[in-house]
């Protein structure tokens, strides 16, 4: 089985682009996370889908950050305008729709704002 | 509201021994489960073991196990018998609800040095 696939793996973009990132989850998992990893934050959760459903979206990141579930195995994470400070690694993850259930994550997109 | 604290920043032990790490947890559900994750330095980050909040009896899976503590909400991960390939970056998550509809929040990871 595949697990969860992100692309790209790594981005740059200069101030002020639009970036989009891309995530495949586990096939038949019903549950999407996005996170941000930071050394300083560590993971903080971006959005929550449950089956096309946006379940639940970090409240700081509602301004410029926007997550959709285009179909049950396919979602995107779309930032504009791009800020240096929004360099970090963007994990995406999946899992069954139990709480129990474990995440699986993808590698990470590594994004580099300049 | 929820949050998942973890006070250990880095801890350092010789191998074959056993390395304690904390975590301590806020929730208002009665029921909630609570996940140790690791991530390796190439970034991957993997499921290690879950703890379900209405058992008593404490996880183990391998050299792994946990030292759940409802009364304090705290849930320690213990690993017996380090090897150099538990060097590591571990976080303690949390997620509320049976039936799910709530994220997993995470701690901010406590990093397991392992030397020779």
């Known amino acids: 089985d595949a697990g969860v696939t992100q692309t790209p793996r790594h981005e740059v973009a200069e101030k002020g682009q639009t970036i989009i990132l891309k995530c495949e989850p586990v096939?038949?998992?019903?549950?999407l996370f996005w996170y941000r990893q930071t050394k300083i934050q560590g993971l903080e959760l971006l959005s929550y889908?449950?089956?096309?459903?946006?379940?639940?979206d970090g409240g700081a990141f509602k301004d410029r950050f926007k997550a959709e579930m285009l179909n049950s195995s396919f979602s995107t994470l779309k930032i504009q305008p791009t800020e240096p400070k929004d360099s970090a690694v963007y994990l995406c993850?999946?899992?069954?729709?139990?709480?129990?259930?474990?995440?699986?994550f993808g590698a990470g997109t590594r994004l580099s704002v300049l | 509201a929820q949050k998942v604290t973890q006070t250990q920043t880095s801890i350092s032990v010789m191998e074959k021994t056993t390395v304690t790490m904390d975590c301590v947890y806020e929730t208002q559900d009665s029921s909630y489960f609570l996940f140790w994750y690791k991530q390796t330095a190439s970034g991957e980050i993997v499921f290690l073991i879950r703890q379900d909040s209405y058992k008593k009896e404490n996880a183990t899976v391998g050299h792994y196990s946990l030292n759940f503590q409802k009364p304090k909400s705290s849930i320690g991960l213990i690993i017996t018998a380090t090897q150099i390939e538990d060097s590591a970056v571990y976080f303690c998550a949390m997620r509320e609800g049976a039936q799910g509809g709530r994220a997993l929040i995470f701690g901010t990871g406590t990093t397991v040095s392992v030397s020779p």
């Open positions: 889908f449950r089956s096309k459903s946006l379940m639940e």
């Open positions: 096939s038949g998992h019903n549950d």
């Open positions: 993850a999946s899992s069954l729709r139990s709480s129990q259930n474990t995440l699986y």
